[in-house]
């Protein structure tokens, strides 16, 4: 629905009702920049926490990468993650539960950034009513989702819930996608997904972003910067990652010396990298900034040295953090961390995410986990 749109029903709404009606209509898209302009200042703010004053106020810092895990169960079977091989039946919070998390991350942190994800997020039936409930919060709903569905019923609900961002797995164009997520026709049935985010976006003058996100690894280290033009011919963007060990995976620091997604030179993944910061330079709508995309070139040359800093998405910084102090994901049984390293240490099911947040430990005191994994550890 557009300003005008809404502004114009909202000027339907009979008797005494229609003032108010009318305001919430024209403070809406004013609502939505606000919200922006505040997660700038708040993310800069506990970044800015964890460093000043040698890290003297960084058990003040709040979340600002938040993730939901909604499921572990995928109907992919991605060369890059192990993931949809879980079987059973999952013991997860319920929906109520959920809500009540995402209401209370609203109230504690006001309009911040909340992504839900997986697995495959949209497994889970009442995604779309989270997703909609999180939208009425006031929060920045970023939803993930790769996007194989003949039956796209409850990704369109949940793109008609006009959330701020719509992420889609895309690791290349045309068959490279359908063999790195491992099943037939996986490219032609994303692209229909993605048909239908445009035209709804376009249709109902909805606002979502519409996100790519490519893993770079061997199957498309050569073709990757397809998936650039092709954000730029439609109204997208993109976001590149370099590969990791799977997910899901045991612990292993040398996998990459095994491991089939890894490129084998080098040197071809250094060039890749090169032509994305080109095209990035020529406007095209890559949202890396130029110091991640550079932090991946030495990261393919001697993985060894920084994969610690990729997984804890830190690689690009110079002085890198204690990711705790900033990173708050919750799983599919509930379970709250804030470092894939560490052991939860609280669930949603038995108490609010704010206190649960309050009492975490306090890692970065004891000594951070990029120590001695090819990272300098943070000051202070």
């Given amino acids: 629905m557009t300003a005008a749109t809404a502004v114009a029903d909202a000027a ?57 895990l909604l499921t572990e169960r995928c109907n992919a079977r991605c060369v890059h993650c192990n993931i949809w091989q879980n079987k059973g039946k999952e013991d997860s919070p319920g929906l109520a539960q959920w809500k009540t ?76 996608h359908s063999i790195v997520r491992g099943r037939p026709n996986f490219w032609e049935k994303s ?35 397809e998936v650039a033009r092709f954000a730029g011919d439609n109204d997208m963007e993109v976001f590149y990652q370099p590969i990791d060990k799977n997910y899901n995976s045991a612990e292993d620091d040398r996998w990459f010396e095994t491991a089939p997604t890894w490129p084998k030179d080098p040197e071809i993944a250094a060039a ?28 393919f040359r001697d993985p060894m040295s920084l994969q610690a800093a990729v997984q804890g998405q830190a690689a690009h910084e110079q002085a890198p953090n ?7 994901q919750i799983q599919a049984n509930g379970d709250v961390g804030a470092c894939h390293l560490k052991a939860p240490f609280g669930n949603i099911r038995h108490g609010s995410i704010r206190q649960i947040w309050a009492d975490r430990p306090r890692y970065w005191e004891q000594g951070c986990c990029l120590a001695g994994r090819g990272v300098a550890a943070p000051e202070g």
């Fill in 272 to 299: 890749t990298v090169n032509e994305l910061i080109r095209l990035k330079r020529k406007g095209y709508p890559i949202a890396n900034s130029f110091a991640q995309l550079e932090a991946m070139i030495p990261y």
């Fill in 322 to 328: 204690c990711s705790a102090l900033t990173t708050l």
């Fill in 101 to 176: 998390c995402l209401t209370d991350l609203a109230r504690w942190l006001g309009p911040v950034q909340v992504t839900l994800t997986g697995g495959e997020a949209l497994m889970q039936p009442f995604t779309p009513e989270l997703v909609a409930h999180g939208v009425s919060q006031g929060l920045a709903v970023e939803l993930l989702t790769h996007g194989y569905w003949s039956d796209p019923a409850r990704l369109e609900q949940a793109a008609l819930a006009d959330p701020w961002r719509i992420t889609m797995s895309l690791d290349g164009i045309g068959e490279t």
């Fill in 12 to 68: 339907a709404v009979p008797g005494p009702n229609r003032i108010a009606a009318l305001a919430r209509a024209a403070a809406a898209p004013l609502a939505r920049t606000s919200a922006k302009v505040y997660r700038r200042f708040y993310q800069a703010a506990n970044y800015r926490l964890r460093s000043v004053a040698g890290g003297r106020f960084r058990s003040a810092c709040r979340p600002v990468s938040i993730a939901l």
């Fill in 191 to 225: 692209l229909a997904s993605l048909r239908l985010l445009h035209r709804l976006r376009a249709e109902r003058g909805l606002r979502y972003i519409i996100r790519l996100k490519t893993v770079l690894m061997s199957h498309n280290i050569q073709s990757a910067a």
